[in-house]
Each structure stands twice: as structure tokens, then as C-alpha cells.
């Protein structure tokens, strides 16, 4: 009790040194304020700063990255709500649209409460599936079928990038883990779990159901057609980064034949995992929110089998945390991005490492025309290079506490940093910067100066006439078309 008593206790006191700390570095910040200018230092807000802060607490405090990032939260709104006078905190989590309508029309969601209530959804509603998964008796068999060398551990990243493709990364990520726990007696190096985490972000960058990010593309009038081909970029990312942690893995711990001829398949649990997994792409496709799938399915599911509902303590700090990182990134002011180009979506991606990858991906939908699936491997896959960079890494690491560690991440998993800029390269020399337009920037009505599809509009003007457009000076330096029709 003793001994409990004094760990509570030094929890508390690095709490109120990291939480005094960020208090004594707001108190400046009334002297850079001035009107209703909100305070910076130069030209940097102090938003930025804070956030910046928040980051590096979770990098050097790796055993404390709950508190950091929870206290980071709390000191940031309170920065918001005392400096930033165009700041509401209802509408930045709500918007202006009746909770009700938000409710019954996808298309009329507003705010933050969307994003948020589906990641907490599906991070406690995959840890179950995961558990569920563990317990069936698939993972115990699979040595049976899995190679004993290096080609065991190759084949399990093949098998979650393909099941990432058309499922959430984030349940794909838990499964490869499930897996990996078993097959290799719970031995499992860093580098294979940072690989496990790059393997889900890159098999959904180039699906339209695979991913968040490529989800709201979709949804924002992107042809599935025009992400596909971030694929070039994941598939040669995922055989140089395979190659290495598997490797990894094999010197660490082989995968052990020795399988128990009593081991039996729970094909019900299995029919329940199956069950989520539908759940979450039918719920996906038709509402935009998977979470809400996978909930029904447990429920229908527990009339079959016991819900492992012990998995949810466990899981519930990794998902508080982060909640409270993505809700810091949408408190940025980060309204303008450099205009879309090969360079800036590269640099995304590396940004995606540290920033979460939704409000980014909003701001390009907003800008408009980029190459999509560039884009998409680039945020996507950008994440995996640090832990809390993606969902999927905070999800697993529940499992593998060992690894919120961002140095060795970084240091065991430095195959994933390296593969990132293989993989953009191939793609870029292969097909190149193809920008496309989404439901806002077409190039019809491109509200965009200086558009950068203008070259599209000059090649149409150019073909015969027959057609219903206008062209006229205005248009064409706009890169958009009059239809008087």
C-alpha cells in the first residue's frame, strides 16, 4: 500500500511541475497581446509554441505521455479561451448546425465531436476485436502455415497491408499484433511494431475505404481512381521496410513451430470478428462513421460470446491521449498551407509524423488540387515514423508499452523513415505530380486565383468549339470555366 501510495505520489509532483511549467509560460503571453491580436512571439503564435511543447514532453517523458498530453490540453484551451478572441469553444467542437440535423444528415456535420467520438469508438471497440481475435485460436495455429526464417514475420506485414486495404488501419494493426504476440511468445522487437503500424498506414493510403484520410477525400468528391495509385508509393515502401524488420524480428525471436495439436478455432469468436469488420465498412460507407458499426456488432456479438470488456481500462489511456493530441491539432490556427505542390506534400507527410493527419488532410480538400494519391500515402504513411504520429501507433502500443519510446522507435524503425522517401520517389518518377479536383476546386468553378489546374482549363479552350462553355481571359487565369447554362 506503502509502495503504491508513493508512486501516486510522484506522479503528482511531475504533474504539477509539467502543469506549472506550461502556467509560467503562458504568463508572458499578456505582454505580447495587444487589442485583440492574439499573442506571439515574432511572427509565431504562441498556439504553435505550446503544441510544440506539448510534443517534445511526449518525446522526452515517454512513461508520462498521458499526463503530458492531458495537462498540454488543459493549458492550451485555457490559452485559447483567454487570448484568442475569435476562439468558441462550442462551435470549434459543434459548429452552428442543430445537433439534431448533424445527427440525421452526414453531409451537414460540423466541428470536432464527429472525429473525436470515432476515434473512441474505434480504438475501445478495436482493442475488444483484437482480444477477441487472440483468443479465437487463430494466431495459435498459424505457425502451422508461417515459415519459420525471416519469411514468417515478411508474410505477416504483407498480410496486414493487404488487410489494412479495405479495413480501418487501426483494427488491421491490432490484428497484426494479436498475431505477432503469439507466434512469437510475446517477444516482439520495435522495429517489427513499428513496422506492423507502417504496414496498416500504408495499406490503406491508396483505398478509399482504408483509411480516415482517404475516407474524407472521398467523401469530398475524390474519384477512388485518383488515390489508387498511392499504392506505387506504399508497395515499394512496404518491401524495403519488410524486408529490414523482418530481419529484425528473426534475430530476435523466430516464430516457434511447436504448435499444441489441442489448439482448436473459436469459429463463433470468428464470425464475431467479422461481424465488427462489416459493421465498421457498411457504417463507414453509409454514415461516415465506422464506430458506430463496430458497437452494434459487439453488442449483436455478445449474444454469441462474453465481450471481452476487460480490454477497455487497459485501452482507455492510449485513447485519452490521443484524443487530447488530435484536439490540440485542430486548436492550431493552420488555415493556409503553401501551395499544392511535389514539395508540400512531401513535407506533409514528414509533418504528418508529429501532427495528426485529419485536420491536415482537411485544409488540402479545402485548398484543392493535389495528387491525391500522393497525398494520401504521404499523410498516411508519414505517421508511421513516429508512435503517436497515427492512430494505429497509439492503438498498438497498448499493447507493446515497451515502444512509446520515440527514440527507439526512431532508432529501431529507422527502415520506416527510409522506405518513406523511397516510396515518394518511386512514385514521383514513375507517374509524377497529377493533380485532380474534388467537390469544392473543379475546374469549372475553381473559387482559387491563380489555380493551378489553369493549364487544364487552357488545353480545353484550345480543342474545338461545339461545347457549352465560355472562355474568356478572367476564366483561363483563374483556371476555371463560365458555364451560362
Not at 471481452?308 to 498551407?337: H, N, Q, R, Y
Request: aromatic content about 12%.
Amino acid at each position: 500500500m506503502l509502495k503504491i501510495f508513493n508512486i501516486c505520489l510522484i506522479k503528482f509532483k511531475l504533474c504539477k511541475k509539467l502543469f506549472l511549467s506550461l502556467v509560467i509560460f503562458l504568463i508572458p503571453a499578456a505582454l505580447f497581446a495587444s487589442g485583440s491580436q492574439v499573442p506571439s512571439v515574432g511572427p509565431v503564435r504562441l498556439e504553435f509554441i505550446i503544441f510544440g511543447l506539448i510534443l517534445i514532453g511526449v518525446a522526452l517523458f515517454h512513461k508520462q505521455t498521458f499526463w503530458v498530453a492531458v495537462i498540454g490540453l488543459g493549458v492550451l484551451l485555457a490559452f485559447k479561451l483567454l487570448f484568442d478572441p475569435g476562439f468558441n469553444l462550442f462551435k470549434h467542437f459543434f459548429g452552428t448546425t442543430p445537433m439534431i440535423d448533424q445527427i440525421m444528415n452526414k453531409d451537414l456535420r460540423q466541428g470536432e465531436w464527429g472525429i473525436i467520438l470515432n476515434l473512441l469508438g474505434l480504438l475501445l471497440g478495436f482493442a475488444m476485436l483484437s482480444k477477441i481475435f487472440e483468443e479465437s485460436g487463430v494466431p495459435d495455429i498459424l505457425p502451422r502455415y508461417l515459415p519459420d526464417d525471416w519469411k514468417g514475420p515478411f508474410m505477416l506485414l504483407i498480410f496486414v497491408f493487404v488487410l489494412s486495404s479495405f479495413l480501418d488501419n487501426i483494427a488491421a494493426a491490432l490484428i497484426g499484433g494479436a498475431i505477432a504476440i503469439v507466434v512469437f511468445k510475446n517477444r516482439v522487437h520495435i522495429g517489427f511494431i513499428a513496422a506492423l503500424v507502417a504496414a496498416s498506414n500504408a495499406g490503406g493510403s491508396g483505398s478509399v475505404v482504408g483509411d480516415t484520410t482517404t475516407t474524407m477525400m472521398w467523401i469530398d468528391g475524390v474519384a477512388a481512381f485518383n488515390v489508387f495509385h498511392g499504392y506505387v508509393a506504399a508497395g515499394t515502401a512496404l518491401l524495403f521496410f519488410a524486408w529490414f524488420a523482418s530481419h529484425q524480428q528473426d534475430k530476435y525471436q523466430q516464430i516457434q513451430k511447436n504448435v499444441s495439436p489441442d489448439v482448436k478455432v473459436d469459429w463463433v469468436k470468428i464470425f464475431n470478428v467479422v461481424l465488427i469488420l462489416i459493421g465498421a465498412i457498411v457504417s463507414n460507407v453509409l454514415y461516415d462513421m465506422p464506430a458506430l458499426g463496430v458497437w452494434i456488432a459487439i453488442i449483436l456479438g455478445a449474444f454469441l460470446r462474453p465481450v471481452p470488456w476487460k480490454e477497455v481500462p487497459g485501452a482507455i489511456k492510449g485513447t485519452i491521449f490521443l484524443l487530447s493530441l488530435v484536439t490540440c491539432a485542430s486548436l492550431m490556427p493552420v488555415e493556409d498551407l503553401p501551395n499544392a505542390s511535389v514539395a508540400t506534400a512531401f513535407v506533409l507527410g514528414l509533418i504528418s509524423a508529429v501532427f495528426d493527419n485529419i485536420p491536415l488532410t482537411k485544409l488540402c480538400l479545402d485548398q484543392g488540387h493535389y495528387d491525391w494519391g500522393m497525398l494520401a500515402y504521404t499523410v498516411g504513411f508519414g505517421g508511421s515514423m513516429i508512435w503517436f504520429g497515427s492512430s494505429a501507433g497509439v492503438a498498438i502500443t497498448n499493447k507493446f508499452p515497451e515502444s512509446r519510446n520515440v527514440f527507439l522507435w526512431v532508432k529501431k524503425g529507422w527502415h520506416i523513415a527510409a522506405a518513406y522517401v523511397i516510396g515518394f520517389l518511386a512514385l514521383n518518377l514513375s507517374l509524377g505530380w497529377e493533380p485532380a479536383d474534388n467537390k469544392e476546386h473543379k475546374i469549372i468553378n475553381c473559387p482559387v486565383p491563380g489555380c493551378p489546374m489553369a493549364h487544364k482549363a487552357q488545353a480545353m479552350a484550345e480543342k474545338p468549339s461545339g461545347n457549352n462553355y465560355i472562355f474568356t481571359p478572367e476564366s483561363l487565369s483563374r483556371g476555371c470555366l463560365k458555364n451560362p447554362f
